[in-house]
């Protein structure tokens, strides 16, 4: 059972270090981890090994090689410079189960205007962080710092091991931070527990949509434009596939789950999609283009699998390019498998009690309609509870991302009462 002492104790520190939180949640958000490319991931693991080593461990920096990258990413991806993933091992009093706490360093791309600040210059408002990342999940990375200082400094027992982790790579898909930690085997089959804190505060998640990108290049005859005729048009050629992707998507997104959504969406169940989401081609006003680009990303459902969605995709262009003039191929780039947990877990059980206990309401479970490289883990066969500092109106990916202090401190508290339960000393 938890120490009802140990739970105040911690809950006071946190309460007293709350202009830590924040001040660490700025420093990090200051930090321009753009990704493509993720050029500054190196400086913002040096913060985060310094936090870590203030828990009386050792961080390790480890850093994905480049030949890695070469063969497992996409160019068109666009990454560049080094990729170190920083994480560490914090160990209790006695045997116990084993904890893995997982965050990401990267953001998705800003652009300044329309912002009321620059992105990478956190401000507070109405006691909110703005600034790029302070709900994508800056914010919440250093709520799992503090949560761990909450356990160190008010000496609070626990058996067992947290292993706290911070990735590169997450908003890009593909080959992850995580990815190359299951394959260093610092994460592996024998951790019982992982916690995420990719999420919001409205719900739990347990399960979270498969994702697949596929660029589809179309190959025409470029041509003086006042004899187009002679050439074959290949952004013509290609809006007369996109309809056809459009109509594979509208059929797609009639599908539903078995498992809840996120109810502030519109949808009672999750639902797959296909969406055309970039196009690229031309090169002059008076040039017939020989060549056009464009990038599918595909959602799917846990019912559905990669192989099955892919050749969907597949076969659609297949037929298409039979009567077309031009060549059509289409490549994958990137990828996710949906992630998915028992929802009757002792895990999500006990995340969600705490949170309850923090929050004064519960936290419906619901399957994501985003997807996370967590589904590595559960593919593992490890449990995955998600909770994280984002709310409905904290626009995540849009202009003035925000996140509630208040809810920072929430979930900081949050994880460290799971940790107090699920690492219970003694271990029961």
């Known amino acids: 059972m938890q120490s009802q002492t140990a739970v105040r104790q911690v809950d006071r520190w946190i309460d007293a270090h709350k202009k830590d939180l924040v001040?660490?949640?700025?420093?990090?958000?200051?930090?321009?981890?753009?990704?493509?490319?993720?050029?500054?991931?190196?400086?913002?693991?040096?913060?985060?090994?310094?936090?870590?080593?203030?828990?009386?461990?050792?961080?390790?920096?480890?850093?994905?090689?480049?030949?890695?990258?070469?063969?497992?990413?996409?160019?068109?991806?666009?990454?560049?410079?080094?990729?170190?993933?920083?994480?560490?091992?914090?160990?209790?009093?006695?045997?116990?189960?084993?904890?893995?706490?997982?965050?990401?360093?990267?953001?998705?791309?800003?652009?300044?205007?329309?912002?009321?600040?620059?992105?990478?210059?956190?401000?507070?408002?109405?006691?909110?962080?703005?600034?790029?990342?302070?709900?994508?999940?800056?914010?919440?990375?250093?709520?799992?710092?503090?949560?761990?200082?909450?356990l160190v400094e008010t000496g609070a027992k626990f058996s067992g091991v947290i292993i706290p982790t911070f990735t590169t790579d997450e908003e890009v898909g593909g080959y992850t931070g995580v990815n190359y930690l299951v394959d260093k085997h610092v994460i592996t089959k024998d951790i019982n527990y992982c916690i995420s804190s990719d999420s919001g505060i409205e719900v739990l998640h347990v399960a979270a949509l498969g994702d697949a990108e596929y660029v589809i290049t179309v190959k025409g005859v470029a041509a003086h434009s006042g004899r187009g005729w002679t050439g074959v048009n290949a952004i013509e050629v290609a809006a007369g596939l996109i309809e056809k992707l459009k109509a594979l998507g509208q059929e797609i997104g009639k599908r539903r789950s078995k498992i809840p959504s996120e109810p502030m969406y519109g949808t009672k169940k999750m639902r797959p999609g296909l969406y055309v989401n970039m196009i690229k081609g031309g090169l002059k006003g008076n040039i017939i283009p020989d060549t056009c680009e464009i990038l599918v990303d595909r959602r799917f459902i846990p019912e559905e699998k990669a192989a099955i969605v892919e050749k969907e995709i597949n076969t659609v262009v297949r037929e298409f390019a039979k009567s077309s003039p031009a060549k059509v191929s289409m490549k994958k780039i990137l990828g996710y498998d949906p992630m998915l947990t028992d929802p009757n877990h002792r895990l999500v059980k006990v995340v969600r009690k705490q949170a309850r206990k923090v929050l004064g309401r519960d936290t419906p479970l619901a399957g994501s309609q985003g997807s996370t490289d967590m589904a590595v883990v559960t593919n593992l066969g490890i449990p995955v509870a998600v909770l994280g500092a984002t709310r409905q109106d904290s626009n995540i990916h849009g202009i003035d991302e925000h996140v509630r202090i208040n809810d920072l401190v929430s979930i900081t508290k949050i994880l460290t009462h799971s940790y107090l339960e699920l690492l219970a000393f003694p271990a029961r």
């Not at 990704?35 to 040096?46: E, F, M």
């Open 23 to 150: 001040d660490l949640t700025c420093r990090l958000v200051s930090i321009d981890t753009t990704v493509p490319p993720g050029l500054n991931y190196p400086k913002i693991s040096q913060v985060l090994a310094r936090e870590l080593k203030e828990l009386g461990v050792t961080p390790t920096v480890s850093h994905i090689p480049e030949a890695t990258i070469k063969k497992r990413v996409s160019p068109e991806v666009g990454l560049k410079g080094p990729r170190p993933n920083t994480y560490a091992t914090l160990k209790g009093e006695g045997e116990g189960p084993k904890i893995l706490l997982n965050g990401h360093v990267d953001v998705v791309p800003a652009d300044p205007s329309g912002w009321t600040n620059d992105p990478f210059e956190p401000t507070i408002r109405n006691n909110q962080i703005y600034g790029r990342g302070a709900a994508d999940m800056k914010g919440a990375d250093a709520c799992t710092i503090f949560s761990l200082k909450a």
